[in-house]
């Protein structure tokens, strides 16, 4: 029952896709108060057919706070990896008048990709530019990913991290993840003075869970088997 179990959820997602009637955001928005109206200086953007919705909660002197909805879709590729969705932050306005931080307060993550998460990784590659603020994000809940761990420091400082790693848990194909929902938020720190226009990336990728890898591997060893016949 199990194994059986296991090849239904690692399955194609084409017909789940199909029973989810998400609704595409714009790919681009300004992250400005709803209510004051105040400008962050920050510009988010998205690929086109990626399901995220970004919503500002508020803008203060030092912070744009955030809400982020994302429908994670695409199936376990050849590599074993499960397809990221990659947000692109760039600096709109004079340094003066852009804020140094930008704050996810909570996020609802929806699993459409046809295999359970076994856990998931925010990641800001390396520009040097934009870090995670690890004391400030100590908070931030991974739940129900137990272990949450960051690495990739900035030279000469361990509270600047590029990378933040959750596991021991599981999200369920079909289920919706909800990071920081309840407790801690997640803080990005941006170094303004690198650039004329500061910019950087955070690729948000479900670690899918080992058996479904293993599954899929199996598959894929008989499909290469059967076309050498």
Avoid: H
Avoid at 70 to 85: E, K, M, R, T, Y
Avoid at 159 to 167: E, H, R, V, W, Y
Wanted: charged fraction near 15%.
């Amino acid at each position: 029952m199990g194994r059986s179990f296991s090849m239904k959820v690692c399955g194609v997602v084409a017909g789940a896709l199909g029973m989810f009637g998400a609704v595409a955001s714009a790919d681009t928005i300004q992250l400005v108060d709803p209510v004051t109206g105040a400008d962050s200086g920050w510009q988010a953007s998205f690929a086109d057919g990626d399901m995220v919705t970004l919503v500002v909660d508020a803008v203060t002197d030092n912070a744009v706070f955030i809400q982020k909805f994302v429908d994670f879709q695409g199936p376990i590729g050849p590599s074993g990896l499960l397809p990221a969705v990659n947000i692109d932050f760039v600096q709109t306005a004079s340094d003066a008048n852009t804020v140094p931080t930008i704050v996810i307060v909570d996020e609802v993550l929806t699993n459409l990709q046809g295999a359970d998460w076994g856990g998931f990784v925010w990641t800001i590659p390396d520009k040097g530019e934009a870090y995670f603020n690890v004391s400030d994000s100590a908070g931030f809940s991974t739940s129900p990913f137990g272990n949450a761990e960051f690495s990739q420091f900035a030279d000469g400082d361990d509270n600047l991290a590029s990378q933040l790693l959750a596991t021991g848990g599981t999200v369920a194909d079909g289920e919706t993840y909800f990071p920081g929902a309840g407790a801690g938020e997640l803080y990005i720190d941006v170094d303004l003075s690198q650039a004329d226009v500061t910019s950087f990336v955070l690729k948000e990728r479900p670690v899918p869970e080992p058996a479904c890898v293993a599954i899929l591997a199996i598959g894929m060893t008989m499909m290469r088997r059967r076309r050498n016949r």
